[in-house]
């Protein structure tokens, strides 16, 4: 089987998650590139061309899923802006300076990653009943920037958008309801990934042969996962996050050891 086909089976997945849950994609995107081609019997991916294909990837996945959430009014735009601005602007920084490390360390960055993300959610079984409206929500202006300074820095680096880390973080300590958080986060990724993925293509990073399909699988898929997210209680919403980041995290760690 050629890569292409695999890739963009791997995007369907990533993308409808990217939209549902308000990730960007990466924690399915990243460890499925990483382990899954070699299941067909292809040569295993590189971490840095992996990392610069899920970048970009984000990028688009955002982007088509966060329309969905604006229109069924899941957006918080203080929020969008305090931690998409400088999130955007550290994406491009960790991005541009990843080109300097080699695969294996930005393997480990991605593994603290995903698994300070599961400890964040597996900690707080807070579950609101109701969805409040996105613009009467008062969310704290500093912490919201330094959130957007940490996550930026660090999912730029590994080529992921961010999401399955920035959302703990807004569910946790900033107590943005679910819903909101996940059309919100998608926002605030769009704008890290804007940045992200500059800084991965002028630091070559980019493979684009194999990033076509890619694009393609979640461009669409990413829009069914919207719409279905806002159908989906907060309950369900949280245990689908949980599992999620937790197979990602044995599936990163399988391929690091």
């Not at 992996?50 to 970048?55: F, L, P, R």
């Not at 393997?107 to 300070?116: D, T």
């Not at 800084?199 to 980019?206: C, D, N, P, T």
């Amino acid at each position: 089987m050629e890569i292409h086909y695999v890739l963009f089976g791997i995007s369907l997945a990533g993308g409808f998650l990217s939209g549902y849950l308000g990730l960007g994609g990466a924690i399915i995107i990243i460890p499925a590139m990483l382990t899954i081609p070699q299941l067909f019997g292809l040569p295993p991916l590189a971490m840095k061309t992996v990392s610069g294909i899920s970048m970009v990837q984000v990028f688009f996945a955002s982007a088509s899923g966060i329309i969905v959430h604006r229109k069924n009014g899941f957006v918080h735009r203080p929020s969008l802006i305090r931690m998409g601005i400088p999130m955007g602007i550290f994406s491009l920084a960790g991005s541009y300076l990843s080109a300097m490390m080699d695969n294996r360390g930005i393997l480990v960055v991605f593994l603290f990653l995903v698994v300070a993300s599961f400890l964040l959610l597996l900690r707080d079984n807070k579950t609101e009943e109701n969805t409040p409206d996105a613009e009467s929500l008062d969310v704290p202006r500093i912490p919201s920037i330094l959130s957007g300074i940490f996550v930026g820095s660090l999912s730029g680096m590994v080529g992921a958008g961010g999401g399955f880390i920035l959302m703990p973080i807004m569910i946790r300590f900033l107590r943005i309801p679910i819903h909101i958080t996940i059309g919100t986060s998608l926002g605030i990724v769009f704008i890290g990934a804007v940045l992200g993925a500059l800084g991965k293509i002028l630091s070559a990073q980019v493979d684009f042969l194999l990033l076509i399909p890619v694009i393609l699988g979640s461009l669409v898929s990413a829009r069914w996962g919207a719409h279905f997210s806002e159908k989906t209680p907060p309950a369900v919403l949280r245990k689908m996050l949980l599992w999620v980041i937790f197979i990602g995290f044995v599936q990163t760690l399988a391929r690091l050891v």
